[in-house]
């Protein structure tokens, strides 16, 4: 009897021991999953979409991480959405945990781009597509274009020194636009670009839409500017296919692609990921040009010092036909910390988009499945813990390098840009030539910042180019 009582006690003891273990676990678990961010969602549907939209989104962004935190939740174009302000929950998402995130845009975007551009996607055909890529945007492969960028860089700057004002991001648009097209097909015949260049500034003029077919909207002129550019590169597409010619390009290495089970891309596919390109390098490019105009002429000082570098370079650099090379572009310190400033100060990818494809715990915290995840690049880039004085334009900074995840201008893990060697690259060629030979006035204000949708100074920079007398010395 004594001892039934013993083992009934002592099951008992047991089971309350293991219960109160285990409810405490849960309840911890509980507490800890039950926990959103701090933050307001706003208005029912709307949240803080007028908010973030009406007022400076950088006003917006930084005064909900003076209030909340690093991380906050809210609610935009009725998405709730967590916002992740810290080096370290950005690698989170980007990086170490990059597979608990997926890549989100609206599909009326997507249609616009192409469904199968790489950046909508992740996993095995992210994968390859990145890879293709990567090979024909590496600095093996750019480097042979400088010749190419330079005579797009010349004929740009000579059409700007007309007498003419001109609105500076849409010129660089077309610089980069060229130099997009030259990475994508290598040499294009003109008739082919200028269609290219046609239909491709329709399109974009719906991207920031409301997204309605109803014809004679914006956006419905966009679908059929896509439309004519999957014929345009359709087009471009056969007359290669029969050349078989051996070039270097992104076009060449898509034609070529075979998976391990010989499976070839669709002309789709080709044409949505040379969309895509296209799309990711103009408008950030451009405007990060137009950002390094803008800091340099609010700072005479540092404008003089960068063009002693570069005048240097064609005194004692430049060969018998009087060009750069790519041993020239790294002897310019001065101005690649210059292009690495205004990539921070400006941060023209203010932030990317995610979503959270299963509960999350981040820090104590819950990020929902289904939740819109943000990293804010820029709110890291202004963090006076990071970039002593984070408002002053200060290129100097970049003589030691920045602390581990808190410089990323061009986001960071698996999607991180692959372009990132041709942009800087393209920008160093056209500062030669445009601190070498040309100088300009700002004509206007240029205080105001407008979004269209990346950031640029008001009215795009209006500027007058003059070319320098002296500028054939160093000319070709
Ligand atoms: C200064 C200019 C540029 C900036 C600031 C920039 C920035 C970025 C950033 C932040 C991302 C990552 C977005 C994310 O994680 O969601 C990205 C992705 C990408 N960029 Fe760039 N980019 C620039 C120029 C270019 C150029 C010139 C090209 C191509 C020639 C390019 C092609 C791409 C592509 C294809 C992706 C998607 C990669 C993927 O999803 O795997 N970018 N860029």
């Known amino acids: 009897m004594k001892l039934l009582a013993t083992i009934f006690y002592s099951i008992i003891f047991l089971s309350s021991l293991f219960s109160y273990y285990f409810f405490r676990k849960e309840k911890r678990l509980h507490k800890t999953r039950a926990k959103l961010p701090p933050g307001s969602m706003g208005w029912p ?11 400076d989104p950088n006003v917006f962004f930084a005064s909900k991480q003076k209030r909340y935190g690093d991380i906050f939740k809210t609610q935009i174009l009725g998405y709730p959405c967590v916002m992740l302000a810290s080096p370290e929950a950005a690698r989170f998402v980007l990086v170490s945990q990059a597979h608990l995130f997926k890549p989100t845009y609206p599909k009326s975007k997507e249609k616009l781009i192409g469904p199968s551009a790489l950046f909508f996607h992740t996993g095995d055909y992210h994968a390859r597509m990145r890879k293709l890529v990567q090979s024909s945007f590496s600095p093996e492969v750019t480097r042979k274009l400088i010749p190419e960028i330079e005579k797009i860089a010349l004929s740009s700057l000579e059409s700007w020194a007309n007498g003419q004002v001109i609105n500076t991001f849409h010129e660089m648009k077309k610089f980069a636009f060229e130099v997009g097209v030259l990475s994508i097909f290598g040499q294009l015949n003109k008739t082919y670009t200028n ?62 692609f075979k998976d391990e089970k010989g499976n070839t891309l669709s002309d789709e596919q080709i044409a949505d990921n040379i969309i895509g390109v296209l799309f990711a390098a103009q408008d950030t490019t451009a405007s990060v040009l137009t950002w390094i105009l803008k800091y340099l002429s609010d700072d005479p000082k540092l404008l003089d010092m960068v063009k002693g570098e570069q005048k240097a370079i064609c005194e004692s650099e430049y060969g018998e ?49 289904g ?98 007398p002296t500028a054939n010395k160093c000319y070709f």
């Open 45 to 55: 549907c709307i949240g803080e979409t007028l908010q973030m939209y009406t007022q």
């Open 195 to 256: 269609k290219l260049k046609e239909n491709y500034s329709i399109l974009e003029k719906g991207y920031n839409c409301f997204p309605t077919k109803l014809p004679g909207t914006a956006y419905h002129r966009s679908l059929m500017a896509r439309r004519r550019l999957n014929q345009i590169l359709s087009e471009i597409m056969n007359e290669r296919k029969e050349k078989k010619l051996v070039t270097n390009n992104l076009l060449r290495h898509m034609l070529n």
């Open 321 to 369: 036909n009087r060009s750069l090379t790519w041993s020239m572009t790294r002897k310019m310190p001065l101005t690649y910390r210059v292009i690495l400033e205004s990539l921070r100060k400006a941060s023209v990818i203010s932030f990317t988009f995610r979503e959270a494809v299963v509960d999350i715990e981040y820090e104590g915290y819950l990020i929902p499945k």
């Open 371 to 468: 939740w819109k995840v943000m990293p804010l690049f820029r709110n890291i880039h202004h963090n006076p813990e990071f970039f002593a004085e984070p408002e002053n334009f200060d290129p100097f900074r970049f003589e030691n390098p920045p602390k581990p995840n808190t410089y990323i201008p061009f986001g960071n893990g698996i999607h991180a840009c692959p372009g990132n060697e041709l942009a800087k690259l393209e920008m160093l060629v056209l500062l030669h030539h445009m601190l070498t030979k040309f100088r300009w006035e700002l004509v206007g204000p240029s205080d105001l910042v407008q979004y269209s949708p990346f950031p640029v100074p008001e009215q795009g920079l209006r500027a007058r180019f003059i070319k320098e």
